[in-house]
């Protein structure tokens, strides 16, 4: 599975947060968090994809397009 990362960024942007923030509410630790943006062999679980979800508020479609790119 890859994730877009590029688009998820945006979104992260757009909602005036950043990384560290989103791990933050996510209980995520910001270096986990920093190397799955990175696409390091690290993905993201299905409730940290729930997650990103709910605190960005992406739509089904926003989120087909961003963690089954």
């Known amino acids: ?3 877009d990362t590029d688009r ?6 757009a909602h005036g947060l ?9 209980g ?5 968090f920093s190397r799955k943006m990175q696409n390091k062999a690290l993905t ?3 409730g940290e994809m729930h997650a ?10 926003e989120a087909k397009q961003i963690f089954l790119a």
């Open 8 to 13: 998820l960024k945006g979104k992260i942007v």
């Open 1 to 3: 599975m890859h994730v």
């Open 44 to 46: 993201f679980s299905v």
């Open 28 to 32: 995520v630790d910001r270096s986990t």
């Open 52 to 61: 990103l979800c709910r605190i960005l508020g992406l739509t089904a479609e």
């Open 18 to 26: 950043t990384q560290e923030r989103v791990a933050a509410q996510m």
